[in-house]
């Protein structure tokens, strides 16, 4: 078995350009590229290392001041999965690609939840007025229902009062609700110091379709947050991490991608903050010689989200000069990759996710000028990783090892 690490840094929502098929199924993000638009807004920007490593390669154009790297090993990545999402983005960058969810409110399927749950031994009792759409209250310590803060109907919340039900038993109520829904994702969460009144207090209904807790009203981000994201179709022993958790190899996962991907690890570094993030992942990498490394870097999707070019180009310089940093801790077997998981482009006049391809910038000590081409999947990432550590391939993708030798 293979010796050496395999690194992955996400720049979240750093795209390089509309998919093809953006016309047809994402009108609203024609034209967008998120990469090139930001540094030709700031053409004094100052990211040497991502240039050195091939972001102009990727890009397909030099600006004024930004050139081609002759010696970067880079290629480009279609993106897999429906839509711009970042926790679908992860999913298939661990070598899945999910099935298409469904879009509906919780309120559709409250009598299959609440009958499974049932059946599997909870005390269930719902909760509004028969004529509005309702939430269910589970074991008097726990709420499901709709997701209020994100795009609704595309996830159900398990919310829990972690004083009455550990954590454990949340994930676990959590993975039942899943067996029966088809939206994106259940997430099972909960909080300490809150009981079960707080989150009713806060539960609200939308359009009169959707119903459930408003989370930060509730409390239950204020103390002891704990959460787990549960997607569809997603399988965690046949992505990445878990294959390598099977083998014993170390898993690393920071920033948002600690939070989204499961994993068995104990190496987790959870955060928001890319100076703290990139602090942790260095370190970690400076003292395990061996694994699995994978970093997200969420502060350039806030900015996106914001439609704010100049703070997402100071997150890109931060990030360049922790690159930088990280790079002189690599030895002759690892390889780095920096890459990806949709775009977000603050130029486009919205301030939603993007649908464009994504860069895959790589280094690996004395490897210069190789090209992977265009990949079909992100999920190539995670099949090249798997043929580094001579494991079980994961679900989806086509290793790129081979072009790098």
Known sequence: MRKGRFVVIVLDSFGIGAMKDVPEVRPADMGSNTALHILQKNPSIHIPTLIQ???????????????????????????????????????????????????????????????????????VRRVGKVDEPQILVVNESATVGDNLETDLGQVFNVSACLDIMSFSKVKELGACVREVVKVSRVIAFGGEDIVLSDLLDARKIK??????????????????????????????????????????????????????????SEYLY??????????????????????????????????????????????????????????????????????????NDPTIGHSQHTRERVPLLIYQK??????????????????????????????????YLELLK
């Open 53 to 123: 490593l091939g972001l102009m390669n990727a890009i397909g154009e030099e600006t004024k001041n930004l050139f081609f790297s002759k010696e970067a090993n880079w290629g480009t990545s279609n993106l897999g999965h429906v839509g711009a999402d970042s926790f679908l983005g992860h999913q298939e960058i661990m070598g899945t690609t999910p099935p298409i969810p469904l879009n509906q409110p919780f309120n559709e399927m409250i009598d299959t939840v609440e009958a499974h749950l049932l059946q599997n031994g909870y005390m």
């Open 366 to 399: 004395g490897t210069r000028n190789k090209k992977i081409g265009v990949r079909n999947s992100m999920a190539d990432t995670a099949a090249t990783a798997a043929e580094f550590f001579s494991v079980n391939a994961p679900q989806h993708g086509e290793s």
């Open 270 to 343: 959870p955060g928001v903050d890319s100076d703290y993030l990139f602090y942790q992942f260095n370190e970690a990498i400076s003292k395990i010689d061996y694994g699995f490394f994978c970093l997200n870097i969420q502060e350039t999707d806030l900015a996106g989200h914001g439609e704010d070019v100049d703070r997402y180009a100071d997150r890109l310089e931060v990030s360049d000069q922790h690159i930088a940093e990280l790079i002189p801790l690599l030895n002759e077997e690892d390889i780095l990759v920096v890459t990806a998981d949709h775009g």
């Open 207 to 264: 359009e009169d379709k959707f119903s459930g807790v408003d989370a930060p009203e509730s409390g239950v981000y204020d103390k002891g947050y704990q959460v787990i994201h549960l997607g569809y179709g997603i399988d965690k022993n046949v992505q990445i991490p878990t294959i390598l958790d099977k083998e014993n190899i170390p898993v690393v996962l920071a920033g948002k991608v600690a939070d989204i991907v499961q994993t068995d």
